[in-house]
């Protein structure tokens, strides 16, 4: 079974450029996250799709964040302007489901870094 | 909302030395609890999980994770840790805010097995 795939696998950009990254999750699988890990944090969710419909973006920028997942399959996650401090890995996951009990499997990630 | 929290933050042991990651989380209702791994170079992935039922979980590579609802832990054990056990390892929990379950992750224990 193929896992989840991104690209591309590192970016390096200036601030104030703009960049997206692209997700293809795991084939059947209707849950879809985009998790930023800053070094030495974490993964935080910023965004979560069910299908194609966002369920929880609550964490999001959404002044220079945005993400879509059209068709309930592959996502975009953009951002325009990007800051110093948008600099991190950034992990897309993808569940069968929302439940508490569905495994969140995770790609390679893209490591951003903004100069 | 939950929140996970890992007191460990680097952890050097020597191989066959006995492991004891901490793992401590907030919420005192139903809780599910998920231990990830993430070896150098390579993409987050799921050691063990524990939903209800038996506290004491068993996972891959001869991992294992106790689930100790009055002292709110759940933390993840191996008897004798080898090489290929260097990683950082992930504790993380649902956050039941709203409709959506999001996984709130702690911060990370990084591990460094030495020969």
């Known amino acids: 079974e193929a896992g989840v795939a991104q690209s591309p696998r590192y970016k390096i950009i200036e601030k104030r450029q703009s960049v997206a990254f692209w997700c293809n999750p795991i084939s059947g699988h209707a849950t879809l996250y985009w998790y930023q890990q800053i070094l030495g944090q974490g993964p935080k969710l910023l965004i979560q799709f069910q299908n194609n419909g966002v369920v929880d973006d609550s964490q999001l920028p959404k002044d220079r964040f945005s993400a879509e997942r059209l068709k309930g399959v592959d996502s975009t996650l953009k951002i325009q302007p990007a800051k110093l401090e948008d600099s991190a890995v950034y992990l897309c996951a993808s569940s069968l489901g929302a439940l508490d009990t569905d495994t969140q499997y995770f790609g390679p990630g893209t490591r951003l870094t903004v100069l | 909302a939950q929140s996970v929290s890992q007191h460990n933050h680097h952890v050097i042991l020597s191989e066959a030395a006995s492991l004891e990651l901490g793992c401590n989380y907030s919420y005192g209702g139903t809780v599910n609890l998920f231990w990830y791994v993430q070896y150098p170079g390579q993409h987050l992935q799921l050691l063990l999980k524990?939903?209800?039922?038996?506290?004491l979980v068993k996972g891959i590579k001869g991992f294992e994770a106790e689930f100790i609802k009055s002292k709110f832990s759940f933390n993840l054990r191996k008897p004798s840790v080898q090489w290929s056990d260097t990683a950082e390892y992930f504790c993380?929990?649902?956050?039941?805010?709203?409709?959506?379950?999001?996984?709130?992750f702690g911060t990370g224990t990084r591990l460094q097995v030495t020969l």
């Open positions: 993380a929990a649902p956050n039941h805010a709203g409709t959506a379950s999001k996984l709130t």
């Open positions: 524990y939903f209800s039922g038996d506290p």
